[in-house]
């Protein structure tokens, strides 16, 4: 078996200024400027609100398959709060690394998760980054932990 070396970078939009897949190439820049030249893209459609569509889509993009791939996964989502831990696809892919053994890490642009929440999430490092360039730095730090 070969051993993972590819992030999977799964975001979301990050307000109506980036949307997810500007949020995922800025992430992967910073990981390419850190020497870490791939990366697993996978930017969030807008509307994944149903249990149901959410599902379809995550069975659609091979989610279980590229986790078991992936050295880590890097959740973007734009607010971090107790209800994307109710069945959003924020919350289904973080459960689905833990139940792979791939450690999860997330960028936000704002962290409101208080401690216990964060831990149902088990996230190993939560970055806040509002901006392309704070997004790109965010993918440089991660590139180094992970």
Do not use: H
């Not at 800025?26 to 893209?41: E, H, P």
């Not at 996978?42 to 599902?55: G, I, Q, S, T, Y």
């Not at 409101?112 to 790109?136: G, H, I, K, P, Y």
């Amino acid at each position: 078996m070969l051993i993972p070396t590819e992030p999977l970078i799964v975001t979301g939009a990050f307000g109506p200024r980036l949307p997810a897949p500007r949020v995922a190439d800025a992430l992967a820049r910073g990981f390419r400027a850190a020497g870490l030249q791939g990366t697993d893209l996978c930017p969030l459609p807008e509307d994944l609100e149903e249990v149901a569509a959410m599902r379809a889509w995550l069975e659609q993009q091979a989610i279980d398959s590229r986790l078991r791939r992936a050295r880590a996964v890097i959740l973007g989502e734009w607010l971090l709060e107790e209800r994307i831990l109710a069945g959003t696809a924020t919350f289904e892919i973080a459960t689905r690394a833990r139940q792979s053994g791939v450690p999860a890490y997330a960028v936000t642009g704002e962290d409101r998760l208080n401690c216990f929440d964060a831990r149902m999430l088990d996230l190993q490092l939560v970055l806040e980054a509002r901006s392309a360039r704070a997004l790109t730095a965010a993918g440089r730090k991660l590139a180094s932990v992970i």
